[in-house]
């Protein structure tokens, strides 16, 4: 699935390097930020097919930037999967509620997330032609 663009936004550069080194290996395209703000600054001037978001992050957690997503014409129909340390049963469902995709739990292997990509991707084929028009 070339073209595809996803940006992953994870305070932990080495957590956000990981996930795009192991994204652009299956083939992707891949960003990344290490911030909400920053994250909302890149999704407001490139089109996104899929945004793995981090949950806790200094400032902006990743719960707002979803809300901020989900509320916004221009990007509610972005898939967002959360990438996150926490996998209580609460905060997944959590996710799910405020809008999310997926939940995808810290460490996550290779198979894990590339599979997950894959899924989310298939559930909506026509966003991985070059994702939403802001």
Do not use: C
């Amino acid at each position: 699935m070339s073209g595809v663009r996803i940006l992953v936004v994870d305070d932990d550069g080495d957590v956000a390097g990981m996930a795009a080194l192991m994204l652009r290996k299956a083939g992707h395209e891949v960003e990344s930020a290490l911030s909400g703000p920053e994250a909302l600054t890149r999704i407001a001037r490139t089109a996104f097919d899929l945004i793995l978001l981090d949950i806790n992050m200094p400032g902006m957690d990743g719960w707002e930037v979803l809300r901020v997503l989900k509320a916004d014409g221009a990007t509610s129909a972005i898939p967002v999967a959360m990438l996150s340390g926490r996998g209580e049963v609460r905060d997944k469902v959590h996710g799910m509620q405020e809008g999310a995709v997926d939940y995808i739990t810290k460490p996550f292997s290779y198979d894990d997330i590339t599979g997950r990509v894959a899924v989310i991707l298939r559930r909506d084929p026509g966003r991985a032609t070059g994702g939403a028009s802001l």
